[in-house]
């Protein structure tokens, strides 16, 4: 009888790992014999983050937190009659000129070519905003202001929450990559809440100017800093402070309340969130062995 039983373990095939051989004889579908865990391996893919690195990493966001705040601060003073028409259009002008230095200036190589495309793309672009600007201006006369101010906060919560920070609204120069949809939706979400700001204000004029003013900093601001990011961090990082510092300088004078809100903002999403990230790496555990799904090496669309 054991003579038998022995003769049974010798004539036993041995097992083997087969990926696509189907069964094999003498041994069930989820046998697995001592050598499985072998190939275990923990935490491969796990990135150690530092955290001086990720602070830095977030000032994209805290740069264009202030951006948006310096907007809103903008149409309070506007919707308040601080800033009369006039004084708009100087700033459009006068930002459209910055916007189009650094662009150029951060883009290699030069090409006139582009610059004609660009400055054709605004004259269009400013062109049609004239003729709408009478149309904007009566476009919500028999809503509400409770509602207007209500939906226009809502839209902007969401214009903050889908936007990307890592890359720009429009397609930089050289890019292969068009912006993804998030971020269309996001644009969309603040031009939406431009359109009922400005058909609050009392002329044709202010409508114009402001929408101008707010269509260039959602359109072009976050091109122009993914342009000035890319062609030198450390100039990026001092223009972000200089923005957070003329950001919360503006937002004191404005109102108390609103600089304690973004200071608070800027601090957690500048201090608290990445220290967040660091602390919670340390609870990360991830485990990778002969039972994961296979992954293609190679492009399937090649």
């Avoid at 400013?126 to 509602?147: F, K, M, N």
Wanted: net charge neutral; glycine share 4%; with cysteine.
């Amino acid at each position: 009888m054991k003579s038998s039983d022995g003769n049974r373990i010798r004539l036993q095939p041995m097992w083997r790992k087969v990926a696509y051989g189907g069964r094999q004889s003498g041994y069930d579908d989820n046998y697995t014999d001592e050598s499985f865990l072998e190939e275990m391996v923990m935490n491969a893919n796990v990135v150690k983050r530092d955290l001086l690195k990720v602070m830095i990493d977030s000032v994209s966001i805290s740069q264009y937190l202030c951006i948006v705040a310096l907007v809103v601060s903008t149409w309070i003073l506007t919707l308040n009659l601080d800033i009369d028409e006039c004084t708009l259009l100087k700033l459009d002008v006068g930002l459209l000129l910055v916007g189009f230095s650094v662009l150029l200036l951060t883009t290699c190589p030069f090409s006139l070519k582009l610059l004609t495309k660009y400055v054709l793309n605004i004259s269009f672009f400013i062109s049609g905003l004239y003729v709408l600007a009478p149309i904007y201006h009566t476009l919500t006369r028999s809503i509400s202001s409770d509602s207007i101010w209500a939906l226009a906060v809502s839209l902007l919560l969401v214009h903050l929450f889908l936007h990307d920070y890592s890359g720009s609204t429009i397609r930089p120069p050289g890019a292969l990559n068009n912006p993804k949809l998030t971020s269309n939706i996001s644009l969309n979400a603040s031009i939406v809440t431009s359109v009922l700001v400005a058909s609050r204000l009392p002329s044709r004029l202010h409508v114009f100017a402001i929408m101008l003013f707010s269509l260039q900093v959602f359109l072009f601001a976050p091109l122009i800093t993914f342009c000035v990011k890319k062609y030198h961090f450390r100039l990026h990082l001092l223009f972000s402070f200089a923005l957070m510092a003329v950001a919360l300088s503006v937002t004191y004078q404005l109102h108390r309340m609103f600089f304690t809100v973004l200071l608070a903002l800027l601090v957690f999403v500048s201090i608290v969130c990445p220290y967040w990230l660091i602390r919670i790496q340390e609870y990360k555990f991830e485990i990778n062995g002969p039972w994961d799904e296979a992954k293609l090496c190679f492009d399937i669309t090649e």
